[in-house]
Every structure is written in C-alpha cells, then in structure tokens.
C-alpha cells in the first residue's frame, strides 16, 4: 500500500532495471517452487489494544493467505510500543523466527509524550533489525487521532498489520535470495 497511486512502482519496472545491471534480486519465489513458511514473531502492545488487536487480525489473514498456517506464527504482547523493541530482540534470540512484526498504535495526544514514544519505537526496531540481521518490520501506526488509527486498521486490504505480514515475508525470501546468490 501506499499514500498515493502515483507513488505506485510501474507495471514493468523491475524487469527494465533488470535487463540493465549484472543481478537483480527481489526475493518473489520462482512459480511452482516450494518454499517453507516463514516463522513470523509478532510484537502486539497492549496500550490501544483495540486498535493493536485489529492489526493483529489483519496481520494473521495475511498469514492465512500465504498458507504459513498457525504453526509459523508466535505472538507476544508488550505493555506498551515503547516496550517492542526488547520484545522483538527477545524474539530474534530465540532463534525459533524468521522475521518479527511488531504492531501498536501510538496516537498524538496533549502531550509530547507521543513524540518519545514513537521514535524511541521505531528507532529501538530499526536497532534491533541492524544489529541482528533479521527483518523487524514497524507495524506501529503513528498518528494524529484515534479515527486514523482506526481507518489503517480496518478488516481489509488496507489493513496495516496485513501490510506488515506481506513486508516481512518479503524481506525474508528477499534477504534468502541474495544471500545464496539467486535472482
């Protein structure tokens, strides 16, 4: 998803980038080849838990939709975004995932206390990712009232925590494929 269909990478695109340089990965699996399921953490925050629950849903039909089935999928739940960050370091320790989606809500208020707490998140995940090399994907929505956060978590394909579940999976089979030297 993005803001705007103008943003949108053009029909055709890759495949004219392609034909220019020496090697071009994008991690989509070859057609009619098994690939394993991706073994997804996800990092809820409890704070806006209503809103962090619709991403959750969003986020498991989108795992239902890439048939990694419930077996793949391991949910933890934080206080609060702040708190993402040590869980989703705790998830890529154990060693049992692939990639981690980490989902919350953090909604201006009258305080400045939104501003700490949404880069602190997203900075701690961006750490995180770099420091491990596994993906960490910001599920976090960050915006100005609850009706925003409500509109990027409705039961559709606009649904942020469904966008975050399509990310990781491709950062995983992305970072797959250049690593053993396909594409």
């Not at 890759?14 to 034909?19: C, N």
């Not at 071009?24 to 070859?30: I, Q």
């Not at 991706?38 to 629950?53: D, H, K, M, P």
Request: with cysteine; aromatic share 4%; charged share 15%.
């Amino acid at each position: 998803m993005t803001s705007s269909d103008a943003t949108l990478l053009p029909p055709g695109a890759k495949e004219s980038a392609a034909a220019r340089v020496h090697r071009s990965v994008d991690g989509a699996p070859p057609p009619g080849t098994g690939v394993r399921p991706v073994r997804l953490g996800i990092a809820c925050a409890e704070f806006n838990g209503g809103i962090t629950y619709r991403l959750l849903t969003g986020a498991l039909d989108a795992v239902d939709a890439a048939d990694g089935g419930p077996g793949s999928v391991t949910v933890a739940w934080a206080p609060g975004a702040f708190e993402l960050p040590l869980v989703a370091s705790a998830l890529v320790r154990s060693g049992t995932v692939d990639a981690v989606v980490c989902l919350g809500a953090v909604i201006r208020g009258d305080t400045g206390h939104y501003d700490f707490v949404a880069g602190q998140c997203a900075a701690g995940l961006q750490r995180v990712q770099l420091d491990t090399g596994v993906p960490v994907v910001f599920g976090v929505l960050t915006t100005e009232t609850v009706e925003q956060a409500l509109a990027r978590s409705e039961g559709d394909a606009t649904n942020k925590g469904r966008e975050a579940v399509t990310t990781a999976v491709g950062m995983v089979r992305l970072l797959t494929a250049i690593a053993s030297g396909e594409g």
